[in-house]
């Protein structure tokens, strides 16, 4: 797929880059060799030279053992606590009390909130590798992208809840995520712009779709789906039939062509 080198594919090469090698703005962590940068993926390039970059974030402490299995869950009770509240609804006192640890017990892992943040922001980047290291697949055939996004870009999944509470709240502009937020924001629109590209080199997009469009579009309809999920949907009856999946099969079906009108046209005009 253009725009999805080679040393993304799980098939060749040693792997992939890191994503926090390229979106993370702590400086001086890590190092990444020439060829690595070289060879780094479009999307990631393309996201990064769109948006300044900062530095300067606590970088979290990295352990093992039982100090490690502590900070995962502090991370996990973090992680819910943002994505319900956001981070500047969720105090450490607030995540200590909701995971069950002193508050001196907390600063011993994550010396501030915006270290904290850092490392939840690190989870989410993850979760874009992960979806990075699939997107060759993705644009297949229609049923293909339309399962991926039911799974990776699932509006009820906590990764995707996150984001968008995290991203919405990141308009101001002393948001201690706001740049790291806003890249990974760009990575999935240009992950899915990738995707609509091939599809509109084969002939399944539709005529005036630009994939750029069509990935921030679709990008939008998730995060705002994220919050439908947990807003409307609550509020709503049984038997309503609105889905997020069928929302989101919906947006597609307006940029790609219909198999059938294809095969229509064939029959109509079999030469």
Known sequence: MNGIPPSVHPSSGPGPVPLASFLSDRSGTGTVSQDQAAASVDP????????????????????????????EEILDGAA?????????????????????????????????????????????????????????????????????????WNPRSHPILLLSTLNGEAVSKDHPGRFRLARLRRVHEHVLEDVYTAFAERGELREGIDPGFAARCTVALVLSLAVREETVRTLQRAGHDDTAAQDLAALVATFLVDPRETSDSQQKDPR
């Not at 300067?56 to 900070?71: D, H, K, M, N, Y």
């Open 80 to 152: 819910t606590m943002f994505a319900e509240h956001g981070y500047h609804g969720a105090s450490l006192r607030d995540i200590s009390r909701r995971i069950g640890i002193s508050h001196p017990g907390m600063l011993h892992h994550f010396a501030s909130k915006d270290a904290l943040l850092s490392a939840v922001v690190d989870r989410l980047e993850n979760h874009a590798q992960g979806i990075l290291e699939a997107a060759p697949r993705l644009s297949a055939d229609r049923a293909t992208f339309l399962t991926a996004l039911e799974r990776q």
């Open 44 to 71: 990631l390039i393309r996201a990064i030279r769109t948006l300044d970059t900062v530095s300067g974030t606590v970088e979290p402490t990295l352990r093992t053992g039982a100090g490690s299995s502590r900070r």
